[in-house]
């Protein structure tokens, strides 16, 4: 993997931001060495990962890492984080909320699915209930009875430890390192991205 000068300084700076006992860590399962980032466990982190490219992208908190990727507006953060901590956002904003830090860290979205928000948002609003209720160890949407997410080509889970990393990990096939309950998006395409979002919950 080629880190950028601009990705470099990021990951640096996060990891000066965040306190060694604080900080959530995700390490891309693409790289021949190494390849991770701190940060503090209060923002939403979302990777893509291309396995025939050996490629990495990561996004911390919506934030565009060149030209190519989209930066995610202050009013989507806010959309996503209320939704993780109440369930009660609007369909159409939880799904697109959703979908712009999917993209954050994508290098394009020719290729994405692109349902429909209202749709998506009502098919979403099953993970952001899990966030909200399951409370302890790992919890995956079949488990919890979310339904409809095949449509829209997705899985979610909740991990709301350090002992439930492990099952995340597998779950997402992306070694996670947690400090926070989190919320977990999946999405595998067909064009040999697989894109993972990363959302934490805010006190229930």
């Not at 995610?72 to 609007?90: I, K």
Request: net charge negative.
């Amino acid at each position: 993997m080629r880190l950028t000068l601009s990705f470099a300084a990021l990951a640096a700076n996060l990891a000066v931001m965040a306190a060694p006992a604080l900080a959530n860590t995700r390490v891309c399962r693409f790289v021949e060495t190494d390849a991770r980032v701190g940060y503090p466990p209060n923002l939403v982190v979302s990777l893509s990962e291309n396995q025939a490219e050996g490629l990495c992208r990561i996004s911390v908190a919506g934030v565009a890492l060149d030209e190519t990727s989209r930066c995610v507006s202050c009013v989507v953060r806010g959309a996503l984080l209320d939704a993780a901590r109440l369930g009660v956002v609007q369909p159409s904003a939880r799904g697109a909320a959703v979908f712009a830090f999917f993209g954050a860290a994508s290098p394009t979205n020719d290729d994405a699915p692109d349902p429909d928000p209202q749709l998506a948002g009502g098919v979403l609003a099953g993970c952001f209930a899990m966030a909200r209720e399951a409370a302890e160890g790992f919890v995956f949407d079949e488990e919890f009875g979310v339904s409809g997410l095949d449509d829209i080509g997705l899985r979610c889970a909740v991990a709301n430890d350090a002992d439930a990393a492990v099952p995340l990990s597998d779950f997402l096939e992306t070694p996670v390192v947690l400090q926070a309950p989190t919320l977990a998006l999946a999405r595998d395409r067909d064009d040999g991205w697989a894109e993972r979002l990363l959302v934490p919950i805010p006190e229930r």
